[in-house]
């Protein structure tokens, strides 16, 4: 049994038997896997695995071709992304995404969830609510950011900051939706070290707080250090499952990081 | 940040634009009183343009609510203008084939029915998709609209147009009889240059307090609606989409409401228009005007409702200062010499100021959240200047 076997009893995602191809190409091969409450979960694999791939399917980007996805044990599949976020998972991408014209509380505030002052009519009949809620989720932003030790960017364009710190952004921002479950793709690809070590106390901070994980990432040593369990991915399906030690030391996952899966 | 502090604290916070744009207006406006005063610009004729103005800048709020905000392409302007203006004529006209005679209230809720039943039409079908696809479907729906319109003679009249269309006050109490009760004035500012008020002037002075009002709420929405939540999101999936998906926005339904609500509002404007102009044709619906809403939208600073309002007001005085040439006996022609100007204002524009004359200034915030607050460091002003590009002062 190779799959993620490892026994899930609260698994706050689960993804099963789920496939996409694109043309004849099957970037997603029947994948199976839990992420299991309260962990820091990584997913590994070689360049052109699936991983993004499997990002995008679960959280409603792509619609797969078969198989499927819960989370909190409520099956999400082929749902919109908004209502996949509804259900208390939220996700990063692996490039930056920048906001042009935004200052960095700008962009954080569209985080928040459930602002009232997202309503149009709201806006219109009690600019009262609107007025609290905005006031309070400012404050939270400004909390946020000190946490993250970036308040000093807060009102600095959003496109002038540096790739690191806009990595820190973006996890500032996902935290403020409050998710159970945060899905992170290549948090500290192109990040220098000080900023990805600052990274991973982040992370590591908020995962103590509760929220759970699952990290897609590149750097060996980052993830080994943070993760366990350790999902390993090649080819699209799930090659083995396991403690970073154990990940580390199997052949097959060896060979498919040397190999390309050969 | 109010004018309450003071005029002279207002002033000092202008950026350098800002004060240059202020500068022009009121040059602008005490040259056109020093016209009328002298006879040179019948007050009439003056009321008609603030009247065109006020229409102009509805058109560019529309485009600015759908562009400017969310960044949707849409290529009908003249469609939505074209059917605000036949909804409330076929409605209120005696030259109707259909209904007329009906009071221009009941014409107003009709074209906005009418233009809300459009806009979703055409939204619900491409909103989903990428956003070319929407610029492709209005292309072509403004051609059909003008087609249908030109065409189907039982519903429309065809090429004859729509005439006996009442003023937008004909049935109300007081109002619909206010032009024919005043007295005529006859003003003597400049010894042996009278200025007569009669009977067209007070209509005209009616139709702009009908401008200010349609323009004047307008702008309080978009103002509200834009530094808010519901702006932020809008911008967001302009910049973004994809990333305001990811954090749980139903961006869907933002871009419906967003294209919606500029549609509403361009369709405001045919309304204005056709009760102003008295008459409305197939020709309303030339394309020229969504190219004229562009321009004003571009030249303003995309995502500005100043900047809208400005590009408006810049569009009428092109599109009508052009006529006064015919005076001065050019060798050619003032329409295309007004397309040139315009071509080269927009050239000049892209070259020296791309993200326009008075783009957004302020955080898409809710502005007591950030202004109360009092926070010394608050960026009120000057934030997106800095990264505009162009001129750093
Ligand atoms: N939208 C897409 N269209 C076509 N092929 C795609 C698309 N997305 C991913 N792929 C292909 O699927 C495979 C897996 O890609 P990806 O999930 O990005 O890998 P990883 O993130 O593990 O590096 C690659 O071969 C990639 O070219
Ligand atoms: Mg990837």
Redesign the pocket.
């Known amino acids: 049994m190779s799959e993620g076997a490892l026994p899930k009893d609260d698994a706050v995602l689960r993804v099963d038997d789920l496939q996409k191809s694109?043309?004849g190409?099957a970037?997603t091969d029947h994948a199976t896997f839990a992420v299991e409450r309260g962990t820091i979960t990584g997913l590994i694999?070689p360049?052109?695995?699936?991983?993004?791939?499997?990002f995008n399917l679960i959280t409603g980007f792509y619609t797969p071709d078969g198989g499927t996805v819960e989370v909190n044990g409520t099956d999400v599949t082929g749902m919109e992304p908004y209502e996949v976020a509804d259900h208390g998972l939220i996700r990063t991408f692996?490039t930056p995404r920048k906001l042009e014209g935004m200052t960095v509380r700008e962009a954080m505030l569209v985080g928040s969830r459930n602002q009232p002052g997202e309503s149009f009519l709201t806006l219109l009949s009690s600019p009262g609510t609107v007025a609290e809620s905005e006031s309070a989720n400012l404050a939270e932003v400004e909390q946020i950011l000190a946490d993250f030790e970036i308040d000093h960017l807060a009102t600095q364009p959003a496109t002038d900051i540096s790739g690191g710190q806009m990595k820190l952004v973006e996890l500032a921002r996902a935290m403020l939706a409050e998710p159970e479950v945060l899905l992170l793709d290549e948090p500290v690809a192109g990040v220098n070290p000080t900023l990805a070590k600052k990274l991973k106390d982040q992370i590591r901070r908020l995962n103590g707080q509760g929220t759970t994980f699952l990290l897609?990432e590149h750097d060996m040593e980052f993830v080994m250090d943070l993760a366990d369990p350790i999902v390993v991915?090649d080819q699209g399906h799930v090659l083995t499952e396991g403690t970073p030690k154990g990940v580390r030391n199997d052949d097959r996952v060896i060979d498919a990081y040397l190999g390309g899966g050969a | 940040m109010s004018l309450f502090d003071g005029p002279r604290g207002a002033l000092s916070e202008l950026t350098r634009p800002e004060g240059w744009v202020l500068g022009v207006s009121v040059a602008f406006l005490l040259f056109l009183l020093v016209a009328m005063l002298t006879g040179a610009l019948g007050p009439t004729y003056f009321l008609f343009l603030v009247g065109l103005a006020g229409m102009y800048a509805l058109l560019s709020f529309g485009l600015n609510a759908q562009w400017g905000f969310t960044g949707l392409i849409n290529f009908s302007v003249a469609a939505f203008f074209g059917i605000g203006a036949y909804g409330t004529a076929l409605m209120t006209a005696s030259g109707s084939p259909i209904a007329g005679g009906l009071n221009p209230l009941v014409g107003l809720v009709v074209a906005l029915v009418v233009a809300l039943a459009l806009a979703l039409l055409i939204g619900i079908p491409t909103l989903r998709l990428r956003a070319d696809y929407l610029a492709i479907a209005s292309l072509g729906l403004a051609e059909v609209v003008r087609l249908i319109v030109l065409n189907e003679r039982w519903l429309t009249n065809g090429s004859a147009g729509l005439r006996g269309i009442p003023g937008f006050f004909h049935g109300w109490p007081v109002l619909s009889t206010f032009p024919e009760a005043m007295p005529g004035l006859r003003l003597e500012v400049i010894p042996g240059s009278p200025v007569t008020l009669k009977t067209a002037f007070w209509q005209a002075s009616l139709n702009v307090l009908l401008v200010l009002a349609f323009a004047g709420v307008t702008y309080f929405v978009l103002r509200r609606a834009h530094r808010s939540p519901w702006g932020r999101v809008l911008r967001t999936i302009r910049s973004d989409e994809d990333l305001a998906r990811a954090l749980g926005k139903d961006t869907y339904s933002f871009k419906m409401q967003s294209f919606v609500l500029g549609s509403l509002i361009m369709a405001l404007a045919g309304v204005f228009y056709a009760h102003l102009n008295l008459y409305v044709g197939p020709g309303d619906l030339d394309p020229i005007t969504t190219f004229y809403a562009w321009v004003a939208v571009i030249l303003g600073g995309s995502g500005s409702n100043r900047g809208a309002l400005f590009g408006g007001v810049v569009i009428v005085t092109i599109r009508e200062g052009t006529r006064f040439l015919n005076d001065v006996a050019l060798p050619i022609d003032p329409a295309p010499l007004r397309l040139l100007l315009i071509g080269v204002v927009i050239v000049a524009v892209m070259r020296y100021r791309p993200q326009g004359i008075l783009p957004p200034q302020r955080e898409l915030i809710w502005p007591s959240a950030v202004d109360g607050g009092g926070t010394p460091e608050t960026p009120d002003s000057g934030v997106r200047e800095r990264k505009g590009g162009g001129d750093n002062e």
């Open positions: 694109f043309g190409l970037a694999g360049n052109g695995a699936g991983k993004s791939t499997l692996q897609i991915l």
